[in-house]
């Protein structure tokens, strides 16, 4: 049986193919507020700002493209059950290729209604129109879990994370919650990797962690191959 491999990538993860991130150096919240744009309040009180917010960030995904990382990453499903949790909202990681990826914080290309979170649809192009409606007649919003709202799919990624016999984490900081705690799910025994130039808080984790001190783009290749050498079947 092949091994349970589970990936969790954060901003650094797309930082590498351009995308904007929001903590780093002339990031997004060096220019916009999150009170102004990414809270519940924030749509209520100026919904024409947060759909501009989100159209832009949208434009901007689909204006760029997968790279090495996402690219190395998808060859480990030759030899590994692999599961990505990404607190990405863009899709580079399917763009890639990756066949199994949950996101914990949305996804850019979709809209949901404004009553009911399951009313989940895709959107067509990059420019939502600020008086579109969700199929069950609400305005329809960014599919984008806001300050301040809960995690919905949190528990489904606490569910793959103990299942994990690899855990690799890929570009995040491991400072926004609840996603970090992820890492207090998976067993201490279990081989764990990290990729990131920076300095994440590593005390999430359970046990040792491997730490490749490079960017995604650069590191994840590296790392992929020897996890096939080491872990890897056919």
Same mark, same amino acid.
């Given at each position: ?177 609840? $996603? @970090? #705690? ?5 067993? &201490?025994?279990?081989? *764990?990797?990290?990729? +990131? ?18 960017? $995604? @783009? #650069? ?5 992929? &191959?020897?996890?096939? *050498?080491?872990?890897? +079947?056919?």
């Amino acid at each position: 049986m092949r091994k349970k491999l589970v990936i969790f990538t954060g901003a650094g993860m797309s930082a590498d193919s351009g995308i904007s991130t929001f903590r780093d150096a002339d990031g997004l919240w060096d220019r916009y507020r999150i009170e102004d744009v990414c809270t519940p309040e924030a749509l209520l009180k100026n919904r024409e700002l947060v759909i501009e917010f989100y159209n832009k960030r949208r434009r901007e995904v689909y204006e760029k493209s997968p790279n090495d990382g996402h690219i190395a990453l998808v060859e480990l499903e030759k030899y590994f059950d692999v599961e990505i949790i990404t607190q990405n909202i863009d899709d580079l990681h399917e763009r890639a290729g990756s066949t199994r990826v949950t996101h914990l914080h949305g996804e850019i290309g979709k809209l949901r209604s404004s009553v009911n979170t399951d009313v989940i649809f895709d959107l067509k192009g990059w420019e939502q129109p600020p008086a579109l409606k969700a199929p069950d007649g609400s305005p329809a919003r960014p599919h984008i879990v806001f300050f301040g709202e809960a995690v919905p799919m949190f528990e489904r990624a606490v569910e793959i994370a103990r299942r994990a016999d690899i855990f690799v984490v890929i570009g995040t900081s491991l400072a926004v919650y609840p $996603a @970090a #705690s992820l890492l207090y799910y998976v067993g &201490e025994p279990v081989p *764990k990797f990290l990729v +990131d130039p920076g300095e994440p808080d590593l005390r999430v984790v359970n046990g040792k962690i491997d730490i490749i001190k490079e960017r $995604a @783009a #650069s590191g994840v290749p590296q790392l992929v &191959e020897r996890l096939i *050498k080491e872990y890897g +079947d056919k």
